[in-house]
């Protein structure tokens, strides 16, 4: 009796000083996910951040054979969900699948924001990324980028667009292209999604929006749009006939949205290598990189610490593109 507790009191030690933490950790892993994940995704449906957050939730539900419910839990340029993971339990259970406006954007502009994404989120895979199209309503005469900013000028300040919200890269595209036009008089229409803009703009309340090019190649298939526009440096191939921004204004460079996994900092690295594993396998199947290709997106599946690297990259080129284009978020 007096050796087994003796014995006990050795593991209870243990346990406290964190000395077999770790082995405790990997079981842990090895088991994970034993329950239903949620997957948070800050924007409501109809944009790519729901698409492909649904899509890889779907994949990884089949992997674990376990339920992976995504909640879509918008407002405030994504940071209400944001916020929501930052402050989750680290146990796995709660993931974000994120586009980069309330990572790399919003805390460049916005007044206490509720989190820090450098210090209370953990990185775990960056999924894909891919650039945006300039779509406009049919009644909109132009059929290229400068045939559009002729078109706005004459409407002497009347001409709108509208965007996913303030600070969106989509609202910071067209910013740039109104800086580098020489200051286009235009009317910014933020809206709390990409669907909803999106809907106005079919209806022709609205002239015009910058979309991913996964909304923009569905939407070609309707004809209900016309395109005028990318914001990428080469052309999308699914849309080959839409030309760069660059093209007309050379020195635009607007970055690519990026969508993948986070958590909330002091997740279990296994977990975090788990997660990284499973997701990147499904990234690097070939069906899956066909249907990212048809969607106008490209592959990515970095390292957690790349993907680290490229947030704290990506915020400080937004601060810079902020402060150029002048655009009023101050």
């Not at 000083?17 to 997957?39: D, E, F, K, L, M």
């Not at 895979?125 to 406009?136: A, D, E, Q, S």
């Not at 760069?244 to 690295?269: C, H, K, N, Q, T």
């Not at 106008?296 to 390292?303: C, H």
Request: charged share 20%.
């Amino acid at each position: 009796m007096k050796f087994r507790l003796t014995w006990l009191y050795r593991v209870f030690a243990l346990i406290a000083t964190g000395c077999i933490a770790p082995v405790a950790s990997v079981a842990w892993a090895q088991g994970y996910p034993n329950r239903p994940v949620h997957v948070v995704v800050q924007y409501p449906p109809g944009g790519t951040p729901d698409i492909y957050g649904r899509v890889m939730s779907a994949e990884l539900s089949k992997l674990w054979k376990q339920s992976v419910v995504v909640e879509n839990r918008t407002g405030a340029s994504g940071t209400i969900g944001t916020e929501a993971v930052a402050k989750a339990q680290p146990d796995g259970y709660t993931l974000l699948f994120s586009t980069d406006t309330p990572i790399t954007i919003v805390p460049n502009f916005m007044p206490n924001v509720p989190y820090d994404s450098l210090r209370d989120l953990q990185p775990i895979v960056n999924v894909t990324h891919g650039g945006f199209v300039l779509m406009v309503h049919p009644s909109v005469t132009a059929n290229n980028l400068k045939e559009l900013i002729a078109w706005i000028r004459a409407r002497k300040g009347k001409a709108s667009f509208a965007s996913s919200g303030n600070g969106s890269p989509q609202h910071l595209a067209m910013e740039t292209i109104r800086k580098m036009a020489g200051g286009l008089d235009m009317i910014h229409i933020p809206y709390k999604g990409f669907g909803q803009g999106l809907a106005d703009v079919l209806a022709g309340q609205v002239p015009m929006i910058f979309g991913s090019s996964t909304a923009a190649i569905q939407m070609a298939k309707s004809g209900k749009l016309k395109y005028v526009a990318t914001t990428g440096k080469t052309v999308i191939k699914a849309l080959p006939e839409v030309r760069p921004v660059a093209e007309d204004f050379p020195g635009y460079d607007i970055l690519d949205s990026w969508y993948g996994f986070m958590g909330p900092a002091g997740m279990p690295r296994e977990i975090v290598n788990k997660i990284h594993a499973d997701v990147t396998a499904i990234v690097k199947r070939a069906d899956f990189q066909d249907r990212l290709f048809r969607d106008g997106l490209e592959p990515i599946a970095n390292t957690p610490e790349e993907f680290a690297a490229q947030i704290r990259s990506d915020r400080a080129t937004w601060a810079r593109v902020l402060k150029t284009t002048d655009a009023g978020l101050d």
